[in-house]
């Protein structure tokens, strides 16, 4: 006999289609995944996995998996679960309500005639509170690349100018202007709050969201840097911008490649390092960020530490430069994995003429995940003990994931498929900065 999930609120008059949603809901929420399986119909596993964001999935996963992945990106965003809300159902459809500590959610339930058979959510991007529409406006770019076009928005500050004004650097994966992962836009946040504080922004398309680069030639240069200092060029020549006032702002990968494009552009007033790796190349000793990613208390079950293991042999390999230039490794041609090999972020950063805000994030659970924390707190000294240019900082912010979104730890990247907007304070703090680098 399967053990009922059904909360007090249960009434069985309701009918068996909401019966079931209700049930199904309370074990999802309650991290009771095995019973919440147990309510899917014959085909709901495999439909399950098929509807799961791909951008989201690391390897191959199962219904189970979905379902873990979906609640624990539902706790990053909102925090503890309080139970199931208002729940309608007719047909084929349903609709349920799930409560959380600091907010909700409405989830979509598809119903068959042997139970569930999928799970969905409607995110929405939400304009954060640290952005004031009518403090801006936006007009739409083109950036001479050289071989290609890319499309850029410009948000300039009210009022004539002349601005300071920032280039926005995508993350690894993110090819659109608004720096898009799932319902979250880290770059449109950024740019539209510094925007709202009197620093014109510029940001873009990146290469690869509508032209194909040859492997021979994928180069972090050719798929990053060299795009990124044409686009200094385009926002420097704007009208109301003061070309002697322009940064460059880059997250994760981003913010790896900053110092080589502020370097190589020549003319940079200072660099913006948003949560960028301090080593481009993955010590294969030290993967506690992989291990925690694939479970987030760290223990792994023996399917999953053989995978790691696995891992961990072809970041060997990429470590000890163990492949030719036209091998594929990881999904990637060497050409790739030399060009991280030939990065150096701290040492280019501390050679150049102009300042660095250097920023690390470490939203982790100590308690739950110290070797995380460790290995958060090692990446944040690497910045700090770093011989930086005069007027540089560094911070290390302990309450917010990888795209500076605050809330309950621990953070995972599927809490971005839910939405969420960067931290206000952390844009404050970037604006605060670049206005102080500006004005000296």
Not at 24 to 34: I, L, V, W
Not at 385 to 394: C, F
Request: charged share 30%.
């Amino acid at each position: 006999m399967r053990f009922s999930y059904r909360d007090a609120s249960y009434d069985p008059r309701n009918g068996p289609d909401e019966a079931t949603v209700r049930e199904f809901a309370a074990a999802f929420g309650d991290e009771a995944f095995a019973d919440a399986v147990e309510l899917l119909a014959e085909d709901g596993r495999d439909r399950l996995v098929d509807s799961f964001p791909d951008e989201f999935q690391d390897g191959r996963i199962d219904a189970d998996d979905a379902l873990g992945q979906y609640r624990r990106g539902l706790h990053g965003q909102y925090g503890e679960f309080e139970g199931v809300g208002d729940v309608t159902a007719e047909g084929g459809a349903a609709t349920v309500g799930l409560r959380f500590a600091d907010g909700g959610v409405t989830a979509t339930v598809d119903l068959a005639e042997g139970g569930v058979v999928d799970l969905s959510f409607p995110p929405e991007y939400e304009t954060p509170d640290c952005v004031d529409r009518d403090a801006f406006r936006e007009r739409e770019v083109t950036v001479d690349a050289g071989d290609v076009a890319l499309d850029g928005v410009l948000a300039l500050p009210d009022g004539d100018g002349p601005f300071p004004g920032v280039v926005l650097v995508h993350g690894h994966g993110i090819h659109d202007p608004d720096g898009t992962a799932g319902a979250a836009k880290i770059l449109r946040d950024f740019g539209q709050g510094l925007a709202t504080r009197g620093i014109a922004t510029l940001r873009y398309e990146k290469r690869l969201a509508e032209h194909e680069v040859a492997d021979e030639n994928y180069t972090l240069d050719a798929v990053v840097t060299d795009d990124a200092v044409a686009v200094l060029s385009t926002l420097a020549d704007a009208a109301e911008v003061s070309a002697d006032e322009v940064f460059v702002a880059g997250h994760s990968q981003g913010g790896m490649c900053a110092p080589r494009i502020a370097d190589r552009f020549g003319d940079a007033a200072g660099v913006v390092l948003l949560d960028p790796p301090a080593d481009p190349v993955v010590d294969p000793d030290d993967l506690a960020w992989l291990r925690y990613s694939m479970e987030p208390n760290g223990d792994l079950s023996e399917k999953q530490a053989a995978e790691f293991e696995d891992m961990r042999e072809t970041f060997r390999r990429i470590a000890d430069g163990d492949f030719d230039p036209d091998d594929t490794v990881m999904g990637y041609p060497g050409v790739w994995h030399r060009s991280h090999r030939d990065c150096d972020p701290v040492a280019t950063a501390s050679g150049l003429g102009a300042p660095v805000f250097a920023t690390t994030t470490s939203r982790v659970d100590e308690e739950l995940q110290p070797e995380l924390h460790e290995y958060r707190r090692r990446g944040f000294e690497q910045w700090r003990t770093a011989d930086l240019p005069a007027g540089s900082r560094t911070e290390r912010y302990e309450r917010v994931g990888h795209y500076f979104q605050d809330g309950p730890a621990p953070w995972t990247p599927v809490c971005l498929y839910f939405g969420g907007n960067v931290a206000d304070y952390v844009v404050e703090d970037a604006a605060d900065w670049i206005r102080g680098v500006a004005d000296a």
